[in-house]
C-alpha cells in the first residue's frame, strides 16, 4: 500500500511538474530567423515584431539574420527546424518563387503560416539627374544591354517587378540585363555610385536615398497609387498598361507546429498587428499593412504562387 | 554651433550620462567574455531602450557597443581569443606581450590607443561627416572589390612565416568562405547536401578555435607556470611612452580608420588589417611584428575606434547600416522618430552632434573602465595553466554554440583548433587564414556584381576613376611584392639559402 502510495504521490508530482510547463509556451527564448541582412526592410519588420511578440509571449525573442542565397538559406533553416514553436521565421515573396525558377523545390507548403502583416509593391528609380520612365524604355529598345538593373537577388520580386514593366511595354527583358544583389541596401549603392541605371525596390527602403535627393521614383508597380507617394504614377498611368508586383512579409513556423501553441502564436500576433507601436513603425517607415490570419495568410500564400508561377513564365524565368 | 549647444544639453544631463555610464559597463562585461559579441550585447540592450527617452535610448546602445569592441580586446590579449574579426589582426602581438608579462602594457596600448582613435574619429567627423558619407555612397562594387583585393595581399605581411606561407594560409580561409551557397546565385558548393553546411562555415567559431583551442592544445602539453606580470600598481605604465614613440603610426591609423570605416559593410572589418600590415611595412623593425611589439598594435587598435564612430555615418546619412550593430541602431533611432536619412541633419542637427558627443563620453569612459580592467587581469595569471585551459575551452565551446545556437559551431571550432595546432607547428600563421573567411564573401560578391555591370569585361574594373586609382596601386603592390620573390630567389641561389625572412625594405 505504502509503494503504491508512493507512486502514486510520485505520478501525481510529475503530472503537476510536467503540465505547467507544457501548458506555458513559451518557457524559454524563441528565436526569430530572418533569411535577408540585418538593415533591410524584412530586418527592420522582423525586428519590431520580434519586440512587441516578446511582450505578448513574455520570453526573449533573438533575431537571427541567416543571410544568403537569394533568401534560401534562412528559409529552408526555418522549414527544417523543430517545430516546437521555439523556431519562427520572417517569410518573405522569394518563397512564391523559388520552386518556379528550380533554385529550391521549398514552397510555401513547408511551412506553418502564423500571420501575414505586411505587402508593399514595388516601384522603379533612377538617379535624380536620370530619365523618365518613357525616355529610359526607348533608351533600353534603341541600346539593348546598356541599361542595368538591380534591387536583390536573381529571380525575387524586384527582378520580377522590373522584368514585368519591359514585358508589358514589348520589351525583351534580357535587353535591361538584372544584376543580382544581396538587397535593397546594396543595390542603391550600386545605383548612387553610378554603377548601374535602375533599382526596382518597394518605397519605404528607398525612402533616406529618395530624401536625401539621391534617388527619385518613377512608376509603382501597383494597382493604385500608394498612400506614402501619391505623386508617383502607377505603371498603368504612366504607361497604359496594367502590373503590380507586390512584395510580402509574414510570419511562420516549421510544418507540424503543435495546434495549441499556433493558437497562441496567431493570437499574440493579432495583438501586435493591432497595437498602436507597430501601427506607428509601419507608418514611419512607409510599410504597408496587410494583416491576415493563419487561414487567411496561407490562402494568400496559395494565390501569390499561382500568380507569380504566371508571371515567370511570362518572363522566362520559370524552369 | 546653436545645434552643437542644444546637443550639449541634450547629453549633460543625469538620465543621459548614468544611462551612458551604466551601458559601458554592460558593455565591458559582454565584450570580455569570449566568444559573446558586441552585435549580442546590443540586441540584449534594445527591449530596455524601449523605455528611455531618444537620445539615452541612441547613446546607451552607442556607449556598449563601443565598449564591447574595445574589451573584446581583452580576452584576445590574455587567453588569445580575439573579440572582433578586426582584433584577430592584431592579437598575436598583443598575446605575446602579455605573455612577456606585460599584459598592462598591451591592454594599456589597446585602451589609450582607441580612446585617442576615438575621439580623432569624432573631431574628424564632425567636420566631415556629411561630405564623407556623401563620398561613401559613390564607391560601388568595382571599387569595394579593389579595396577587398588590396586587403587580401594584406596576408603576406601579417603573415610572419613569408610570403609563400602567408599566401597558402589566405587560400585556405579563401576555401573556407566558399563553403555553402554563391552570395548571389544561391549554387550551393562544398556542402555535401548537408543543411548546416548550406548556411556557410561562420568565422567567429573558425577564429575561437584556430587561436585559442590550438593554444590551449600547446601550453597543456607544455603545463606551463604562471607568468610574473609586471607593474601591477600601475598597468598602464609604459603606454603612453609607447604611444609617443609611435605617435605617427596612431595618427596614420586614425584617419585611414575615420575614412575606411564610412565605407558600409566593408570598412570596420578591413580598416585595421590594413593599417597593420602598413604599420609593419613601413616599420624599422618588421621582424618583431607578430612576437609583441606594440607598434602594429598601436596603429591598428586606434584604426579600429576611429572606423567604429566612422561606420555610423552612412546608417544615420543613408539609412544604409554597414553591420548588424549599426543595423539595430537604425531601428532603435527610427523607433525614437529619429529618423535616418538627410533630415537627421538638416532638421535635427541638434539630434545628429549629440550622438557624436556621445561617441566622444563612451571613448573618454573607455580609460577608468578599461584601467580597472587591466588592473583585475592579472589574476588571471595566478590561475594555474591546468585551470584556465580548462575554462578557455569552457568559454570557446560556450561562444562558437551562441552563433547559431547549434552544436555544429562548437565541431568546427574544435576542428579548426586542431587544423590550426599542426599548421603553426609548421610556422604558418593563423591571421591570415582569418582574413581569407572574412573577405572572401566581399571579393566575390564585388567581382560577380562587377562582371555582370561591366558585360565580362574586365577593363571595367578600370573604367571608374577612383576604382582605376586602387586598381593600378593594387597590381603595383602585388607586382612588387612578386618581383622581390623571384629576385629573392634567385639570389638565395646564389648565397645557399640564407635568406628566409621577407626583405623588409619595399
Known amino acids: 500500500m505504502t509503494l503504491l502510495k508512493t507512486l502514486a504521490g510520485a505520478l501525481a508530482l510529475s503530472v503537476l511538474a510536467i503540465a505547467p510547463a507544457a501548458a506555458q509556451y513559451p518557457d524559454h527564448a524563441i528565436n526569430l530567423i530572418v533569411p535577408w541582412a540585418a538593415g533591410g526592410g524584412t530586418d527592420a519588420t ?274 | 554651433m546653436d545645434a552643437f549647444a542644444l546637443a550639449l544639453g541634450l547629453v549633460f544631463n543625469f538620465e543621459t550620462l548614468l544611462t551612458i555610464f551604466l551601458a559601458a559597463v554592460f558593455g565591458l562585461f559582454v565584450g570580455a567574455i569570449p566568444g559573446l559579441t558586441a552585435t549580442m550585447a546590443t540586441a540584449l540592450l534594445v527591449p530596455i531602450t524601449f523605455y528611455m527617452a531618444p537620445i539615452p535610448a541612441i547613446a546607451a546602445i552607442i556607449s556598449c557597443t563601443a565598449m564591447a569592441i574595445t574589451a573584446g580586446d581583452l580576452p584576445g590579449t590574455l587567453l588569445r581569443i580575439p573579440g572582433t574579426p578586426a582584433s584577430a589582426a592584431y592579437v598575436e602581438d598583443s598575446y605575446r606581450l602579455a605573455q612577456n608579462g606585460k599584459a598592462g602594457l598591451a591592454i594599456g596600448i589597446g585602451v589609450v590607443g582607441s580612446v585617442l582613435g576615438g575621439l580623432f574619429g569624432f573631431l574628424f567627423l564632425l567636420f566631415t561627416a ?129 575614412l575606411l570605416g564610412a565605407l558600409p559593410g566593408v570598412g570596420g572589418d578591413l580598416a585595421a588589417w590594413i593599417t597593420y600590415s602598413l604599420a609593419k611595412r613601413t616599420s624599422k623593425e618588421p621582424e618583431k611584428f607578430g612576437k609583441g611589439h606594440p607598434e602594429g598594435l598601436v596603429e591598428a587598435g586606434a584604426t579600429n575606434n576611429a572606423a567604429l564612430s566612422a561606420s555610423w555615418i552612412p546608417a544615420m546619412v543613408f539609412g544604409i547600416p554597414g553591420d548588424a550593430v549599426t543595423a539595430i541602431a537604425v531601428g532603435v533611432l527610427v523607433m525614437k522618430g529619429l529618423d535616418p536619412g538627410p533630415t537627421l541633419m538638416t532638421l535635427h542637427p541638434q539630434n545628429f552632434y549629440a550622438v557624436m558627443i556621445v561617441f566622444a563620453i563612451a571613448n573618454i569612459l573607455m580609460l577608468p573602465l578599461g584601467w580597472v580592467a587591466a588592473k583585475s587581469a592579472r589574476w588571471i595569471f595566478e590561475v594555474p595553466r591546468a585551470l584556465l585551459n580548462a575554462a578557455i575551452l569552457l568559454f570557446c565551446i560556450v561562444g562558437s554554440y551562441s552563433i547559431n545556437n547549434s552544436m555544429f559551431g562548437v565541431w568546427v571550432m574544435l576542428a579548426a583548433g586542431v587544423v590550426a595546432y599542426v599548421l603553426e607547428a609548421r610556422m604558418i600563421a593563423i591571421a591570415p587564414i582569418i582574413l581569407g573567411i572574412v573577405l572572401g564573401p566581399l571579393v566575390e560578391t564585388n567581382f560577380t556584381t562587377s562582371m555582370m555591370i561591366a558585360d565580362g569585361n574586365l577593363l571595367g574594373f578600370f573604367g571608374r576613376p577612383v576604382a582605376a586609382v586602387f586598381g593600378v596601386l593594387t597590381l603595383l603592390i602585388w607586382g612588387v611584392a612578386i618581383f622581390q620573390t623571384i629576385r629573392r630567389l634567385i639570389w638565395r641561389d646564389d648565397t645557399h639559402g640564407t635568406a628566409r625572412q621577407l626583405p623588409s625594405q619595399p
Not at chain 1, 514595388?122 to 533608351?139: K, Y
Request: charged share 15%.
Open chain 1, 46 to 319: 522582423g525586428r519590431i515584431i520580434a519586440t512587441l511578440l516578446e511582450k505578448e509571449l513574455g520570453q526573449p525573442i533573438n533575431v537571427i539574420n541567416r543571410t544568403g542565397g537569394g533568401g534560401i538559406v534562412g528559409h529552408t533553416e526555418i522549414s527544417y527546424s523543430p517545430p516546437d514553436g521555439y523556431t519562427l521565421g520572417v517569410i518573405t515573396t522569394e518563397l512564391s518563387m523559388y520552386h518556379w525558377t528550380g533554385v529550391s523545390p521549398l514552397n510555401y507548403e513547408n511551412y506553418e503560416p502564423i500571420a501575414l502583416f505586411n505587402a508593399d509593391p514595388e516601384a522603379v528609380f533612377v538617379r535624380t539627374d536620370g530619365p523618365s520612365i518613357e525616355d529610359l524604355l526607348s533608351e533600353i529598345r534603341a541600346n539593348p544591354g546598356s541599361v542595368k538593373a538591380s534591387g536583390a537577388n536573381l529571380g525575387g520580386m524586384a527582378h520580377l517587378g522590373w522584368a514585368g514593366v519591359l514585358v508589358t511595354n514589348e520589351i525583351d527583358p534580357a535587353a535591361a540585363p538584372w544584376v543580382p544583389s544581396e538587397g535593397a541596401s546594396a543595390s542603391l549603392q550600386l545605383l548612387a555610385s553610378g554603377a548601374i541605371n535602375v533599382v526596382t525596390t518597394t518605397m519605404p527602403d528607398a525612402r533616406p536615398m529618395v530624401d536625401a535627393g539621391e534617388v527619385k521614383p518613377l512608376i509603382v508597380a501597383a494597382n493604385e497609387r500608394v498612400a506614402a507617394a501619391p505623386d508617383v504614377p502607377t505603371a498603368e498611368e504612366a504607361l497604359g498598361n496594367k502590373w503590380a508586383a507586390y512584395a510580402w512579409r509574414g510570419i511562420a513556423a516549421p510544418k507540424g507546429l503543435p495546434e495549441d501553441v499556433k493558437t497562441r502564436l496567431s493570437e499574440a500576433m493579432a495583438k501586435v498587428v493591432e497595437s498602436q507601436e507597430f501601427k506607428d513603425f509601419m507608418a514611419q517607415r512607409n510599410f504597408g499593412i496587410d494583416y491576415r490570419d493563419a487561414a487567411g495568410f496561407a490562402s494568400f500564400m496559395q494565390e501569390a504562387d499561382a500568380s507569380i508561377g504566371q508571371a515567370l513564365q511570362a518572363v522566362g524565368l520559370a524552369k
Open chain 2, 130 to 258: 556629411p561630405m564623407l558619407a556623401k563620398a561613401a555612397l559613390g564607391f560601388s562594387s568595382f571599387e569595394y572589390f579593389w579595396l577587398a583585393a588590396l586587403g587580401l595581399s594584406c596576408a603576406a605581411l601579417i603573415s610572419s612565416g613569408g610570403l609563400v606561407k602567408g599566401a597558402l594560409a589566405l587560400l585556405l580561409g579563401l576555401f573556407i568562405a566558399q563553403v555553402g551557397m554563391d552570395p548571389l546565385t544561391a549554387t550551393p558548393r562544398f556542402t555535401f547536401g548537408n543543411l548546416e553546411l548550406m548556411g556557410g562555415i561562420s568565422f567567429i567559431p573558425i577564429m575561437i578555435g584556430m587561436f585559442a583551442v590550438s593554444e590551449v592544445m600547446r601550453a597543456g602539453r607544455r603545463a606551463m607556470a604562471e607568468v610574473p606580470q609586471m607593474n601591477l600598481k600601475n598597468p598602464f605604465e609604459g603606454t603612453l611612452a609607447a604611444l609617443w614613440k609611435y605617435r605617427k603610426n596612431q595618427v596614420r591609423g586614425s584617419i585611414i580608420g575615420s
